[in-house]
C-alpha cells in the first residue's frame, strides 16, 4: 500500500482544518502518513522510489551561477523521470506534487530534485535546456488535482486488465505491461512488448472509444519490462533493475569471461531472458586485477614438461598449470612465481618441476565411468 504526504502548500484551507489521510496503491513509490507530521519533515522517503534521488548539494549554490533559470527534476510512475523549468516565484522542495505542463493538458508529478544537483543531472544525462523547448511547472498541486490524480491512478490496474482482453481479442501478438494515466486524466500511455511489428490502430480506435482519453502506445524492450513488472532473482534480492537500476548498460557474454564464470545461458540469463545486468557489477575490478597477470598462452616449460595454463583465481592472484601429460592434476602457483618462471624460460632457464613453486595442488573433476559420479580431490 502506498501513500502520498501531502505538503501544507498544496492544501486548500479546508484541508488545513481536517486530518486527512489518503491511502492508495498509487505504485508512484510515496509512503503511507497523515497530516499530523512534525515541521520540517521530508514529504518523501525515498526508500520507497528507486528513482529517489541524494540531493547532496541541497542548501548550496554554485557562485559562478548568474543565470535566473530554475529547473527541477520530477518523477512520475515507474522509470519515468523529466526535468522542467520552474517558475521564479516557487520555491520547491523535494517530494512536493506539482502540476506541470504536458502535451496536451497538464500532468502531476513528485519533486525529485532541486537546487544546482539538477544541473548536474542534466549534464550528466547530456540534456541542453537551449536545444529542447523545455515544459514549464504550473504550480503546487490543488486539493481537486489530487483527487482526479487519484481517481485516475485507481484505474490503471482495471485498465490494464480490459485493454490485455482486448488487444487478445483482436489477435495481436503484443504483450501490454503496464498502463499510465495522465494527471488529469485526459490522456493514458500503454506500455507493450512484442517481438515484431504490430499494427494496433484498431486497438487505440477501441481503447479511445471505451476508456475515453486520448491514446499513446509505447514500446518497450524485455529489460524494461522486467524493470516495471518486478520479481525476484536467482540470488533471492529484488531485480536490480526493479529496485535502484534507472539506466541500462550493455552486458556481454565477455564479462562472464573475464570474471571465470562459466558460459552457462541457464545460469547467466535474468528473468528477462537477458544476460544478467550484475555481470557488469565487479567487471571493472577483475579488469585492474587481471593487468597484473602475465599472458595466460604463455607455456612454462621445465626439465619434467611442459605445463599449459587452466584456470585463474583472480582476486589471490593465482593461476592454475597442469602438465601436458597429467592434465588432472592442477597446481596453483602465484602469479610473482609464474612471471619469475617465464623470465627465466627466456634466458634458457628451466626450473626442475613447478611443484616447487605451487602453493596448492588439485586433482580435476574426473568421471567414474563404473557410475558416472563425479569426484574432485585437494592436496
Given amino acids: 500500500m502506498y501513500a502520498l504526504y501531502l505538503s501544507i502548500q498544496t492544501m486548500d484551507e479546508q484541508l488545513k482544518n481536517n486530518n ?44 559562478g551561477n548568474t543565470q535566473k533559470e530554475k529547473f527541477v527534476e520530477v518523477r512520475f510512475k515507474n522509470d519515468r523521470k523529466d526535468f522542467f523549468l520552474c517558475p521564479a516565484e516557487l520555491s520547491l522542495s523535494e517530494g512536493e506534487i506539482v502540476a506541470v505542463e504536458a502535451n496536451p493538458g497538464h500532468d502531476l508529478g513528485i519533486v525529485a530534485l532541486t537546487g544546482e544537483a539538477v544541473r548536474l543531472q542534466m549534464n550528466r544525462k547530456k540534456y541542453d535546456p537551449a536545444r529542447v523547448e523545455m515544459k514549464k511547472v504550473y504550480r503546487y498541486a490543488r486539493s481537486g488535482d489530487i483527487e482526479k490524480w487519484l481517481d485516475a491512478i485507481a484505474l490503471e490496474k482495471p485498465v490494464l486488465l480490459r485493454t490485455r482482453k482486448i488487444a487478445d481479442d483482436l489477435d495481436l501478438e503484443m504483450k501490454m505491461n503496464d498502463v499510465e494515466f ?22 487505440i480506435r477501441r481503447l479511445a472509444d471505451e476508456f475515453k482519453v486520448r491514446v499513446e502506445m509505447r ?16 540470488c533471492g534480492r529484488e531485480l536490480c533493475c526493479a529496485s535502484h537500476m534507472s539506466a541500462f548498460k550493455s552486458v556481454s557474454t565477455n564479462s562472464a569471461r573475464v570474471q571465470q564464470l562459466s558460459l552457462n545461458p541457464q545460469k547467466l540469463a535474468g528473468q528477462c531472458g537477458k544476460l544478467k545486468c550484475c555481470l557488469n557489477f565487479e567487471l571493472d575490478n577483475y579488469q585492474d586485477a587481471l593487468k597484473s597477470f602475465p599472458d595466460n598462452r604463455i607455456v612454462l616449460k621445465t626439465k619434467k614438461g611442459l605445463a599449459y595454463y587452466h584456470k585463474s583465481d583472480v582476486f589471490q ?12 592434476n592442477l597446481m596453483a602457483i602465484p602469479i610473482r612465481q609464474v612471471k619469475q618462471i617465464i623470465e627465466m624460460n627466456k634466458k634458457r632457464k628451466f626450473p626442475d ?27
Fill in 317 to 328: 592472484k593465482i593461476m592454475w598449470y597442469a602438465y601436458a601429460d597429467e592434465p588432472n
Fill in 20 to 63: 486527512i489521510e489518503i491511502k492508495t496503491d498509487s505504485g508512484r513509490g510515496c509512503c503511507i502518513t497523515t497530516r499530523e507530521m512534525p515541521p520540517g519533515s521530508k514529504i518523501n522517503q525515498s526508500s520507497c522510489c528507486k528513482l529517489s534521488s541524494f540531493n547532496w548539494l541541497k542548501g548550496y549554490e554554485s557562485p
Fill in 219 to 234: 514500446q518497450i524492450g524485455i529489460r524494461q519490462e522486467a524493470a516495471k513488472i518486478g520479481g525476484i532473482g536467482s
Fill in 182 to 203: 495522465q494527471g488529469d486524466k485526459t490522456k493514458a500511455i500503454f506500455y507493450y512488448t512484442a517481438d515484431e511489428r504490430v499494427d494496433f490502430r484498431q486497438l
Fill in 353 to 379: 618441476d613447478l611443484e616447487h613453486f605451487a602453493r596448492q595442488k588439485e586433482q580435476k573433476a574426473v568421471e567414474d565411468i563404473n557410475n558416472g559420479d563425479n569426484y574432485v580431490s585437494y592436496i
